[in-house]
């Protein structure tokens, strides 16, 4: 061996024991992230920097235990953000899971953050399986086909209830960003099929002001969306910040 | 003889028994030798009732008697606020009892305080109040004097009445939200309050101010309990009250809200939605941002309740933020 390949397996041997060093630099404990509570949701891009999908059968195991009812929201939205396509079906076994009449609140927040989730994977993976299954959601008596059990005790029917899940499938396919997600939304508003029709008038207001979030998230991405939405806050804030630190500045030099 | 000796003991310890159990009107006068109660107590109520309205009671909650006859030797002043215990106060210069104990003691006779005593609440210095009320003393026999005008020292523990400044919350929920005034009352304002007035560690201040519940829960029926997009969020921020209970926040600040938003503080009040995790925490946590707290940016700590997710050790607060929750409601 020369002195060449002998450098060069030094310096193999250094990146590799680097990157593994990385690797064994643990990240959060994914328990403690999902038994947690935040007040305005978790930040995306925090999540994603933090978790990887190595965390996806300890997410998944989560979904699996009624234990961790109260916790289903949050590992369901982690989920979305680190997994994969094992994630997508885990994601939607977990929409479809149930078969009481009715579920709680915790259960439905998961269901919602699970659909939500779906449009996190779609927007990282490009996954059709999930993108398919949103975009039929659009159709509020899919979720009858589908089996879907259970309904919250803020809907007064299985009908009212079916709308609710739509709207779920509208907030994921928006934050997907997706052009298959868009053509969609656009068609619901502009052109829906019949049995869309109630479900379309119902949340029209909502249905226009959540395809700007697909553009955004089209344009931008999750992350990005996030950092238009603060460098809007404080371009409202800036006024307000402005006169606060003038109001503190005059009385610093009241006599 | 031994029958009868034992059946007059019965006889007398019947009587003592029976006389242990009864309820007597009678109160000790201060020419005996006591002062009637000087106590201190850790808050108060600043909105006194009025007469004949069986609140804000004085009531003997502890008789005993000595060779003089009975005697109050415990005093509680029930002020009938659902978040106040009653406290008992003790003859001068004994030790303090406080709490729900003195139940089981309570006499049954009770006196409205207000309409009991000549004279107003008059605020004695920084850290008493002083009111007379009259009294009498009974002996065993029933012979009584007559009404004697005794003090009352009502005393605060550290802060004056002043500085634990109720902040009155006007409630709603959605109507199909599910929230009961016992949970309001007993559950969320006394954990938001009692992080509050909690000295946590390093930084954080004992911040005297109490979360209560001004009337009953108001129901609203504006949308449809879900905020979906600007619209629906600005029909019921418009909903009067300072705390709107609603199922589900999507829409929030200007922006789709992100997956497990529980909170919203809006330009008149705040939307909440149920959790069964600190939900006090939540409310004090939300209040804060419609105090003017946090708006550019929650606090990196997780020690302070500005840090963006409610974890156990997120309950302390700055000078600076005490300030701030206390400012008027608007």
């Known amino acids: 061996m020369n002195w060449q390949s002998a450098l060069s397996l030094l310096v193999l041997a250094l990146a590799t024991g680097t990157n593994v060093s990385a690797q064994q630099v643990t990240q959060p404990d994914v328990s403690e992230y999902i038994r947690g509570q935040a007040f305005h949701g978790d930040s995306y891009e925090e999540l994603s920097t933090l978790y990887d999908s190595t965390a996806v059968p300890a997410l998944i195991e989560a979904l699996n235990s009624d234990a961790e009812e109260e916790n289903w929201a949050r590992a369901a ?51 059709e399986l999930a993108l398919d299954y949103l975009i039929e959601g659009l159709t509020p008596s899919v979720w009858r086909e589908r089996n879907v059990m259970g ?27 997706h052009p298959r997600a868009g053509e969609a939304l656009t ?69 | ?72 030797r415990t005093w509680a002043l029930e002020l009938n606020d659902p978040l106040v215990d009653a406290y008992s106060l003790s003859p001068y210069g004994g030790s303090t009892t406080r709490g729900t104990d003195v139940d089981t003691q309570r006499a049954t006779v009770r006196y409205d305080f207000l309409p009991a005593v000549h004279g107003k609440w008059t605020a004695q210095g920084e850290h008493y109040v002083q009111q007379w009320v009259f009294v009498r003393y ?44 016992s949970t309001v009352d007993t559950a969320i304002l006394p954990d938001a309050t009692e992080l509050l007035q909690t000295n946590d560690g390093p930084g954080d201040v004992a911040c005297p101010i109490s979360f209560r519940r001004n009337g009953a829960i108001s129901v609203f029926s504006v949308g449809d309990g879900r905020i979906n997009d600007s619209a629906e969020i600005s029909e019921v921020h418009a909903v009067s009250g300072r705390v709107k209970v609603v199922e589900e926040i999507n829409w929030c600040g200007g922006r789709a809200a992100p997956t497990t938003t529980l909170g919203c503080s809006g330009p008149r009040g705040i939307l909440v939605e149920r959790t069964s995790n600190r939900e006090g925490m939540l409310w004090a946590h939300e209040y804060g941002h419609n105090q003017g707290l946090w708006v550019s940016g929650h606090s990196p700590n997780p020690n302070f309740l500005g840090y963006f997710s409610s974890v156990p050790t997120a309950r302390r607060v700055t000078q600076r933020e005490c300030d701030l929750m206390r400012e008027p409601v608007d």
């Not at chain 1, 779920?168 to 934050?175: I, N, R, V």
């Not at chain 2, 005008?149 to 902040?167: D, K, V, W």
Request: charged residues 20%.
């Open chain 2, 138 to 181: 009974c002996s065993f026999r029933n012979f009584c004097t007559g009404w004697i005008p005794s003090r009352l020292n009502f005393y605060y523990l550290g802060a004056t009445a002043a500085e634990h400044s109720p902040i009155f919350l006007d409630i709603a929920r959605y109507t199909s939200v599910s929230l009961s005034e």
């Open chain 2, 1 to 72: 003889m031994s029958v009868r000796f034992f059946a007059i003991s019965v006889l007398l310890f019947g009587a003592v028994f029976l006389a242990g159990q009864r309820s007597v009107a009678y109160e000790k006068d201060t020419e005996i030798g006591y002062t009637v109660a000087t106590n201190t107590i850790s808050a108060i109520s600043e909105t006194w009732r009025e007469k004949g309205d069986d609140r804000t009671d004085l009531y003997c909650a502890y008789w005993t008697w000595d060779d003089y006859g009975w005697y109050c």
């Open chain 1, 151 to 177: 309904v919250v005790p803020y809907a007064d029917s299985y009908e009212e209830y079916d709308l609710l899940l739509s709207t779920y499938a509208l907030f994921g396919l928006a934050l997907s960003g």
């Open chain 1, 187 to 255: 068609a619901l508003q502009r052109s829906p099929k019949p049995e869309q029709l109630q479900f379309r008038d119902s949340e029209e207001s909502t249905l226009t002001q959540w395809l700007e979030v697909h553009g955004l998230v089209a344009e931008r991405g999750v992350a990005g969306m996030d950092d238009y939405y603060e460098s809007q806050h404080r371009l409202e804030l800036a006024p307000r910040l402005e006169e606060a630190q003038r109001l503190r500045e005059a009385q610093q030099t009241r006599p």
């Open chain 1, 77 to 127: 939205y982690l989920l979305g953000i680190v997994g994969g396509e094992r994630a997508g079906g885990a994601l939607i076994a977990f929409i479809e899971k149930g078969d009481s009449p009715f579920i709680s609140r915790a259960h439905n927040r998961a269901r919602k953050a699970a659909m939500q989730s779906l449009g996190y994977l779609i927007n990282r993976t490009r996954s």
